[in-house]
């Protein structure tokens, strides 16, 4: 008897532990309970009841669910009242405006939320919740019975940004790449798209005003990008996304919660656009000036002292304004060399005008009369300015503290200048969140920068405002994930290095600090691989290999 209840309660325990692998939700929530009983089953045909919300539409979110898991299960939703429904969407103005409530019963589910941001995140978890065939793009016809377990989730991100930056200024992917990135994002409840639009390897965006930014600004002749013994291969490359595919991309990011946040980069990193305009924008036009074809930073900046080139950006941010109906705009500010200025008699008037003798203020003064320009705008129309954290070496007092600092290199001290200063701030570090750097050190690892130390338990375990007082909390805004692609020019690299260290940085960005766990998490990972395989995306599989 002893044995057989040893074998039972052995066999009990293998039975809750599967139950248990059958909830493997990223980002992990901040509070779910299981509760005992049957699972709720699907129907082939539900009856759903949604609260009506002014402007955006609860009934929207959900029919855009319903598109994502009708191809791969074949159920159908129809309204219904709140007392017949099977699904009912519940408006609780007391949540937070990205909060949720789930609860599921055998009988029914319950969502709550005050806004519909809420409705997408908390059926983003059903679907996770569901059998991972549910991401099939056809019928799954080996699943008869679609089903979740019965929880009860109360859910809210611990961070209002929680991004993801693909730059395309040095290679370029084309924008079902750039749709496959935002369905990434999606899976993990990301919601900022950085968009790296502009290099000195290549201006990747039509502005109507300036034709030859695409014209002559987004090809070079090398598809590599020379370093080293790694010589310009003599490749004609490029390609740009007119404003039409930039509309439909940001239709495509909305319909997911996703605000895209476009980076022009200027005055440095601009030697695409000194090259397509050195009349208006080189401190030398004389000489020539090429797209460049190399890695590193180029000295070809745009010379801040010309009234036409501050009319340029200028006119830039007014059309990239129209295309991009979100907060903010990125204009850099990164490894700006000011070798050119100090050569450039204007720009040295310049600086003697302002009464600086730093030549990086020549920086902060081109950009706070584009900061002007915006303000000038219709209060729809308005933007807030995100600079990296290399500003901070000038003099931002004209900026004020309406401003967002990326902090990068040195990030958390640099976070934490910007915050004693007043501003906002952003934590991207280099290391571990460049996610295009090598994930191991192994000999299949695809080229690119690093030496493999940046795995996916290294980057989890990055401790976002690890040590923070208190009284500066609360200009942390969240964490960023960043790709530069000096190394990588196709789309399936892009998938590789991505996976699965975005989903590390997304619970970095959703879950309590308390409440992360490595090893709880590379647990809960190993559902993503059919997921990924589903979705036929490359991977890292070295966290999903048996041990």
Same mark, same amino acid.
């Given at each position: 008897?002893?044995?057989?209840?040893?074998?039972?309660?052995?066999?009990?325990?293998?039975?809750?532990?599967?139950?248990?692998?059958?909830?493997?939700?990223?980002?992990?929530?901040?509070?779910?309970?299981?509760?005992?009983?049957?699972?709720?089953?699907?129907?082939?045909?539900?009856?759903?009841?949604?609260?009506?919300?002014?402007?955006?539409?609860?009934?929207?979110?959900?029919?855009?669910?319903?598109?994502?898991?009708?191809?791969?299960?074949?159920?159908?939703?129809?309204?219904?009242?709140?007392?017949?429904?099977?699904?009912?969407?519940?408006?609780?103005?007391?949540?937070?405006?990205?909060?949720?409530?789930?609860?599921?019963?055998?009988?029914?589910?319950?969502?709550?939320?005050?806004?519909?941001?809420?409705?997408?995140?908390?059926?983003?978890?059903?679907?996770?919740?569901?059998?991972?065939?549910?991401? !099939?793009?056809? *019928? /799954?016809? &080996?699943?008869? #019975?679609?089903?979740?377990?019965?929880?009860?989730?109360?859910? +809210?991100?611990?961070?209002?940004?929680?991004?993801?930056?693909?730059?395309?200024?040095?290679?370029?992917?084309?924008?079902?790449?750039?749709?496959?990135?935002?369905?990434?994002?999606?899976?993990?409840?990301?919601?900022?798209?950085?968009?790296?639009?502009?290099?000195?390897?290549?201006?990747?965006?039509?502005?109507?005003?300036?034709?030859?930014?695409?014209?002559?600004?987004?090809?070079?002749?090398?598809?590599?990008?020379?370093?080293?013994?790694?010589?310009?291969?003599?490749?004609?490359?490029?390609?740009?996304?007119?404003?039409?595919?930039?509309?439909?991309?940001?239709?495509?990011?909305?319909?997911?919660?996703?605000?895209?946040?476009?980076?022009?980069?200027?005055?440095?990193? !601009?030697?695409? *656009? /000194?090259? &397509?305009?050195? #009349?208006?924008?080189?401190?030398?036009?004389?000489?020539?000036? +090429?797209?460049?074809?190399?890695?590193?930073?180029?000295?070809?900046?745009?010379?801040?002292?010309?009234?036409?080139?501050?009319?340029?950006?200028?006119?830039?941010?007014?059309?990239?304004?129209?295309?991009?109906?979100?907060?903010?705009?990125?204009?850099?500010?990164?490894?700006?060399?000011?070798?050119?200025?100090?050569?450039?008699?204007?720009?040295?008037?310049?600086?003697?005008?302002?009464?600086?003798?730093?030549?990086?203020?020549?920086?902060?003064?081109?950009?706070?009369?584009?900061?002007?320009?915006?303000?000038?705008?219709?209060?729809?129309?308005?933007?807030?300015?995100?600079?990296?954290?290399?500003?901070?070496?000038?003099?931002?007092?004209?900026?004020?503290?309406?401003?967002?600092?990326? *902090?990068?290199?040195?990030?958390?001290?640099?976070?934490?200048?910007?915050?004693?200063?007043?501003? +906002?701030?952003?934590?991207?570090?280099?290391?571990?969140?460049?996610?295009?750097?090598?994930?191991?050190?192994?000999?299949?690892?695809?080229?690119?920068?690093?030496?493999?130390?940046?795995?996916?338990?290294?980057?989890?375990?990055?401790?976002?405002?690890?040590?923070?007082?208190?009284?500066?909390?609360?200009?942390?805004?969240?964490?960023?994930?960043?790709?530069?692609?000096?190394?990588?020019?196709?789309?399936?690299?892009?998938?590789?290095?991505?996976?699965?260290?975005?989903?590390?940085?997304?619970?970095?960005?959703?879950?309590?600090?308390?409440?992360?766990?490595?090893?709880?998490?590379?647990?809960?990972?190993?559902?993503?691989?059919?997921?990924?395989?589903?979705?036929?995306?490359?991977?890292?599989?070295?966290?999903?290999?048996?041990?």
């Amino acid at each position: 008897m002893k044995l057989k209840s040893l074998i039972f309660a052995a066999l009990l325990a293998g039975s809750y532990q599967a139950m248990a692998q059958e909830i493997s939700l990223i980002p992990q929530p901040e509070e779910m309970k299981e509760t005992t009983g049957k699972k709720f089953v699907f129907k082939s045909k539900m009856k759903v009841a949604a609260d009506t919300y002014p402007g955006d539409s609860i009934e929207w979110v959900f029919e855009n669910f319903e598109k994502e898991i009708t191809p791969a299960t074949g159920i159908r939703f129809k309204n219904s009242s709140p007392k017949k429904a099977d699904i009912c969407l519940v408006l609780n103005k007391k949540l937070g405006n990205e909060a949720y409530t789930l609860n599921i019963t055998d009988r029914n589910i319950t969502i709550e939320a005050a806004r519909p941001a809420g409705f997408h995140y908390a059926l983003t978890t059903l679907k996770q919740l569901m059998p991972a065939e549910v991401f !099939s793009a056809t *019928a /799954v016809k &080996s699943i008869t #019975e679609w089903s979740v377990p019965l929880v009860s989730i109360t859910d +809210e991100p611990e961070f209002g940004w929680r991004g993801f930056m693909l730059d395309e200024g040095r290679h370029f992917f084309g924008k079902e790449v750039v749709k496959q990135v935002i369905d990434m994002m999606a899976l993990y409840k990301m919601n900022r798209f950085h968009w790296h639009l502009t290099e000195d390897q290549g201006w990747r965006i039509e502005i109507k005003k300036y034709p030859k930014l695409t014209e002559t600004g987004a090809w070079r002749n090398s598809k590599g990008l020379g370093w080293g013994d790694h010589k310009p291969d003599g490749q004609h490359y490029g390609g740009f996304y007119s404003q039409d595919d930039i509309r439909e991309i940001v239709k495509y990011a909305q319909e997911r919660f996703i605000e895209i946040v476009p980076e022009i980069d200027i005055p440095g990193h !601009s030697q695409a *656009a /000194v090259a &397509s305009y050195p #009349e208006l924008l080189a401190c030398d036009p004389e000489n020539k000036h +090429e797209v460049w074809l190399w890695q590193g930073v180029s000295t070809d900046v745009i010379n801040v002292a010309k009234p036409e080139a501050v009319q340029f950006a200028k006119d830039v941010i007014d059309e990239i304004s129209d295309l991009f109906p979100f907060g903010y705009i990125h204009l850099g500010g990164d490894e700006c060399p000011t070798t050119k200025w100090e050569q450039n008699d204007a720009c040295k008037k310049l600086l003697s005008e302002i009464g600086s003798e730093n030549f990086r203020d020549l920086q902060i003064h081109f950009y706070k009369q584009l900061q002007d320009h915006i303000a000038g705008k219709e209060s729809s129309k308005q933007k807030r300015l995100i600079f990296w954290n290399e500003v901070l070496h000038g003099n931002t007092a004209p900026l004020g503290t309406d401003i967002t600092i990326m *902090a990068w290199v040195g990030a958390n001290a640099a976070a934490k200048d910007a915050a004693q200063r007043g501003m +906002e701030t952003i934590l991207s570090p280099q290391i571990p969140y460049y996610i295009n750097r090598k994930q191991s050190n192994l000999p299949t690892e695809p080229m690119s920068q690093g030496n493999g130390s940046e795995t996916v338990e290294a980057v989890y375990a990055y401790q976002p405002m690890n040590g923070v007082p208190e009284n500066l909390q609360s200009k942390y805004k969240g964490v960023q994930a960043n790709f530069w692609t000096e190394w990588v020019c196709e789309a399936d690299t892009v998938e590789y290095l991505m996976l699965p260290r975005l989903a590390a940085v997304a619970e970095a960005g959703w879950t309590p600090q308390a409440k992360r766990n490595y090893t709880d998490f590379e647990n809960r990972l190993q559902s993503q691989q059919k997921i990924y395989e589903l979705k036929d995306w490359c991977y890292g599989k070295h966290v999903f290999q048996k041990k």
